[in-house]
């Protein structure tokens, strides 16, 4: 079956440090998403692709970075990583269909804690 | 630009007891709308949608009615069951613009038994 996955689920790291979250679909989805939840502020967008060599930015995407060297995988990295962006992150794919909207698939998230 | 506002949370009701969350979206045209529901521990999944006016969504005895007039899409269920303690999200997608979804901050419903 096809499948969202994230790794890892737990991270602990330092601030300063950078960190890579990974996002693997096999949906063969060409549009990927990441986000981050918070208490009192829902989903908020970081970044996403619509395709290879395709990134855009999302409502907040200071201290993140992403690249698309495949459609399977849009891992997310914090360059130098701060106590406010201690969070869970979650990954999201959805295909395009013409003029129909899909649905998004997301992963099982990331917590990530900053300390 | 577009928005979704849902009920501010926790809600807590006794199993069997009758669900409303409110939801409405400000946008221009004619997005269509979704409930996403987030079990503890999991990721999102999707709910039921509605992609057009006066369309009804359901799912799982969930059943949410797309209002144009009031620009609504309240979420409603006549018996909960305390596996439906969850948090529950509202969005919309604006088809013909970005494929990007804009979620409402949740809410979250526990049952109790």
């Known amino acids: 079956d096809a499948e969202i996955t994230q790794s890892p689920r737990h991270k602990i790291t330092e601030t300063g440090r950078q960190v890579t979250l990974a996002c693997h679909q096999t949906?063969?989805?060409?549009?990927m998403f990441w986000y981050r939840q918070d208490l009192g502020h829902g989903l908020r967008l970081i970044h996403y692709?619509?395709?290879?060599?395709?990134?855009n930015k999302g409502e907040v995407s200071d201290g993140y970075s992403v690249s698309r060297s495949n459609t399977e995988d849009l891992p997310l990295t914090l360059e130098s990583a701060a106590s406010s962006q201690t969070s869970v992150y979650f990954c999201?794919?959805?295909?395009?269909?013409?003029?129909?909207?899909?649905?998004?698939?997301f992963g099982p998230g990331t917590r990530l804690t900053v300390l | 630009g577009n928005s979704v506002t849902q009920m501010e949370g926790p809600v807590t009701l006794s199993e069997e007891a009758f669900l409303t969350i409110n939801c409405t979206y400000t946008?221009?045209?004619?997005?269509?709308l979704f409930w996403y529901v987030q079990y503890p521990g999991e990721g999102l999944q999707l709910l039921l949608k509605?992609?057009?006016?006066?369309d009804k969504g359901s799912n799982k005895g969930f059943e949410a009615t797309y209002r144009k007039e009031t620009t609504s899409f309240h979420l409603e269920k006549g018996s909960v069951q305390v596996s439906d303690s969850a948090v529950y999200f509202c969005?919309?997608?604006?088809?013909?613009?970005?494929?990007?979804?804009?979620f409402g901050k949740g809410t979250k419903l526990t049952v109790n038994p």
């Open positions: 999201a794919s959805s295909g395009w269909q013409g003029a129909t909207y899909n649905e998004q698939f």
């Open positions: 949906w063969n989805h060409n549009n």
């Open positions: 692709s619509y395709g290879v060599q395709d990134t």
């Open positions: 946008a221009t045209g004619y997005p269509s």
């Open positions: 509605a992609t057009k006016a006066d």
């Open positions: 969005a919309l997608y604006f088809q013909g613009g970005s494929e990007k979804l804009v």
